[in-house]
Structure formats: C-alpha cells, structure tokens
C-alpha cells in the first residue's frame, strides 16, 4: 500500500478537519480518516493497548503526554521539586513503553510514537504519518 498524496494534499485534508473546539489528538485522528485511513483506537488485546491502530498496515501510533512518558523536550523535564517523587515514576512509565515497543515489534508491528509536543503543528505530523504509514 503506498501514499501517493503530495504534501499540498495533506494540507488541504488537514485544513478541512481542522475546528476549533476539538482537543489536537482528534483533530489528527480526523485528518487521517479524512484521507482515507482506517484505523481502531485503545486495541486493549495489544501491549500497552495502542492509542490508533491500523490493523491492515500492521502499524500503530502511540500519543504520548511529554511529562508522563519522559520525553527530553522543554515540556518533558520534571519539576524541580519533589524530584524523588517524580522521577521514578517517569522512569517506570518509560521502561514499560520500552517493554511494550519491543514486544509489538516482536509480533510484526510498526510503532510511531507522538509526542504530545509534536500536535503543536498538526500539519508536519500529519505528514510525517502519511510517510510512515505508506512505508
Ligand atoms: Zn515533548
């Protein structure tokens, strides 16, 4: 299955489901059903129950919040206080999400992962899935 949509494409896709009282997460998930991507959500049967699963392209997204899951972007760093409160967990959701790449990889699966950071421009990751979801 290949993508053949242009960037310009993807732009106009994203513009027509962009509103303004949605949250970015499903604005993303519109645009890619918008340009013809099938997907399920929350697949519970498989590690760490993917947020957007494309069965036929065996691939899956996950949306990750910066803080929670570590990312070393400014949005990721943790608080400066009550370090040892935080940092475990932090590090303990990391190593689960590890565990859980690993294991979808070991069943046949692709893994995106994007961070929260990234719905700031919709638009670049929105082109960005296309490339990883025709792959
Ligand atoms: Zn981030």
């Known amino acids: 299955m290949t993508d053949t949509r242009s960037p310009e494409q993807r732009r106009r896709i994203m513009q027509s489901v962009q509103t303004k009282d949605t949250g970015p997460e499903l604005t993303l998930r519109r645009a890619l059903f918008a340009a013809g991507?099938?997907?399920?959500?929350?697949r519970r049967d498989l590690p760490g129950s993917?947020?957007?699963?494309?069965?036929?392209?065996?691939?899956v997204i996950f949306v990750h919040g910066c803080f929670w899951h570590g990312?070393?972007?400014?949005?990721?760093?943790?608080?400066?206080?009550?370090?040892?409160?935080?940092?475990p967990k932090i590090e303990a959701n990391r190593e689960r999400d590890h565990r859980n790449v690993e294991e979808l990889q070991?069943?046949?699966?692709s893994v995106r992962v994007v961070?929260?950071?990234?719905?700031?421009?919709p638009m670049?990751?929105?082109?960005?899935?296309?490339?990883?979801?025709?792959?």
Do not use: N
């Open 71 to 87: 990312h070393g972007c400014t949005k990721g760093q943790p608080p400066k206080s009550r370090k040892e409160y935080w940092l």
């Open 106 to 109: 070991r069943l046949g699966w």
């Open 124 to 135: 670049a990751l929105f082109d960005s899935l296309g490339i990883f979801l025709a792959r």
């Open 115 to 121: 961070w929260q950071c990234e719905l700031r421009d």
């Open 50 to 59: 993917p947020d957007i699963v494309f069965p036929g392209r065996r691939k």
């Open 37 to 42: 991507y099938r997907f399920r959500l929350h």
